[in-house]
């Protein structure tokens, strides 16, 4: 009688869900239409999360009165399998899983049958838009991603419901945007099989091998990985205290690789948003100052206002455990050995996210800053051959590197001299290097603007503005350690009279 309880609410919640989704995209719609918020970039997907975190809420609390329903089948196995429903078998996923997939049937027609023809844009499924195989890995991955974060959060995220439940619903918003361009990232195999039935594709191979078989492979490998991170095994031995201790410190530091994560990609989207407006107030304080035949009043005006700007933005990724917006700074530190708590696979998840950063903070600009400014939006370019970029980008990037390591540790004691002298460095390098890459030193913002101009995909934004700048980030880090591990000359002894 459990699992059957169980059974009717997962099918009555999924209707729910499946049938509120549209009802979702139309109210927020609405309510970012009533704040006069349609041109910010970003306005949509904090009203959406704040919305689906509302719904999650309520939904959770009528699944607990049914002992533990749930409207996704994914999320179902990744509980199950993360070794935190006691009560669930294989033989009740085989009840609990076509009840959830009638449960989408009905939500679908509900919907369809419900909502006005005027909001029909809305009554969309997901759809395949690649090959098969390719399908199929990538829903496994986004659901991957997703049952993880969502055990991470849950279990080993912050106390607040409300907070651990805003951030499932934005990384789920993240992951479906980003697959938006492969499978629709539905990662919920019963919302799927609604819409496949109602447009007779109930019985394609696509649809359970991309959609099921893909989503719940990955969501068994999401909750494969959260136990081994830091679910507590009881061991036999006498070594289980320490071992218990080991995953505890190995969730803990994986909590803090993503903290650190978001915080890249947040002050990497601000400080590339920031550039255009940069050179906007410069030109707008040498202009008032009447400046503009003084040859040196711009580079004076620019690192002054570049420094107060790193200055905020230390501050700020100090409060997310050391995040920076320069992959290139990142890979700096870490070489010189400066940063005791990164490593390869922290570097692994912070690029990607400071890249991601990169793009927003250039979608943020485009969006943003009005047309007579359009001569601020432009990214770097190559104006050399290949090789001769990739050499030239490395060339300045261990010049900054080995600049800002000099500075900050062997300079001067004074902290706003010390960032006005790494700005002026920087800035010298970006007026020598404008002449062969723009010198933007910062794999990232090249990769934002590679991004929106289609060019993502080449080599060359890979081995110029990655490989050239990264290279030269830790030949500058390797220099300044050999510099810095230079012995002393012994003191002279004086001989005794």
Do not use: C
């Not at 993360?82 to 939500?107: C, T």
């Not at 979608?363 to 007579?372: D, T, V």
């Not at 934004?461 to 990264?470: N, T």
Request: no cysteine.
């Amino acid at each position: 009688m459990g699992i059957i309880t169980i059974a009717i609410g997962d099918a009555l919640l999924t209707s729910m869900w499946v049938f509120s989704m549209p009802l979702l995209k139309i109210f927020t719609s609405k309510i970012v239409g009533f704040l006069g918020a349609q041109t910010l970039p970003l306005a949509t997907l904090m009203v959406s999360t704040v919305l689906v975190s509302i719904l999650v809420m309520i939904f959770s609390f009528i699944g607990n009165v049914f002992g533990g329903a749930s409207f996704n089948p994914a999320a179902s196995m990744t509980f199950h399998v993360a070794g935190l429903k006691k009560n669930d078998s294989i033989l009740s996923m085989a009840v609990r899983f076509p009840a959830q997939a009638a449960g989408g049937v009905a939500g679908v027609k509900a919907a369809l049958g419900l909502i006005p023809a005027e909001y029909s844009n809305t009554l969309t499924g997901p759809s395949l838009k690649v090959d098969l195989h390719t399908g199929a890995v990538a829903e496994g991955l986004f659901t991957f991603g997703r049952s993880l974060a969502l055990l991470l959060i849950m279990f080993k995220g912050p106390k607040n419901g409300w907070v651990k439940q805003w951030l499932v619903s934005l990384a789920t918003a993240i992951l479906v945007l980003t697959g938006s361009r492969f499978t629709g990232a539905p990662m919920n195999p019963a919302s799927a099989f609604g819409w496949a039935y109602v447009n007779n594709r109930h019985n394609s191979w696509e649809l359970y091998y991309v959609y099921w078989i893909g989503a719940l492979f990955g969501a068994t490998l999401g909750a494969w990985v959260f136990r081994f991170m830091g679910k507590k095994r009881e061991a036999e031995d006498s070594h289980s205290e320490a071992v218990s201790r080991l995953k505890q410190s190995s969730v803990s530091a994986a909590m803090g690789i993503i903290t650190i994560a978001i915080g890249d990609a947040l002050l990497t989207s601000m400080w590339v948003f920031s550039m255009p407006l940069l050179k906007i107030f410069t030109s707008k304080i040498v202009g008032f100052l009447g400046a503009q035949t003084l040859p040196l009043a711009t580079l004076m005006v620019s690192t002054v206002l570049v420094s107060i700007l790193v200055m905020i933005f230390s501050f700020i990724g100090n409060v997310f455990g050391g995040a920076s917006f320069n992959p290139a700074a990142s890979m700096t530190f870490h070489v010189a050995g400066l940063k005791k708590n990164d490593s390869i696979l922290s570097m692994a998840v912070r690029f990607p996210a400071q890249a991601a950063g990169g793009v927003a903070g250039v979608k943020a600009a485009l969006g943003l800053i009005p047309a007579e400014y359009s001569n601020t939006l432009t990214g770097p370019s190559l104006k050399v051959d290949l090789h001769t970029g990739a050499v030239a980008e490395g060339l300045f990037t261990f010049g900054r590197s080995l600049a800002l390591l000099l500075i900050m540790f062997k300079g001067p004691k004074n902290g706003w001299v010390k960032q006005w002298l790494v700005s002026l460095a920087t800035a010298i390098l970006v007026l020598t290097g404008s002449r062969f890459t723009g010198a933007p030193m910062n794999p990232a913002s090249a990769f934002g603007w590679a991004y929106v101009n289609n060019r993502h995909n080449s080599w060359e934004l890979y081995y110029v503005y990655w490989i050239g700048a990264l290279f030269g980030a830790t030949l500058g880090a390797w220099v300044f350690r050999f510099m810095v591990s230079l012995p002393l000359p012994p003191p002279t002894k004086q001989k005794k009279a």
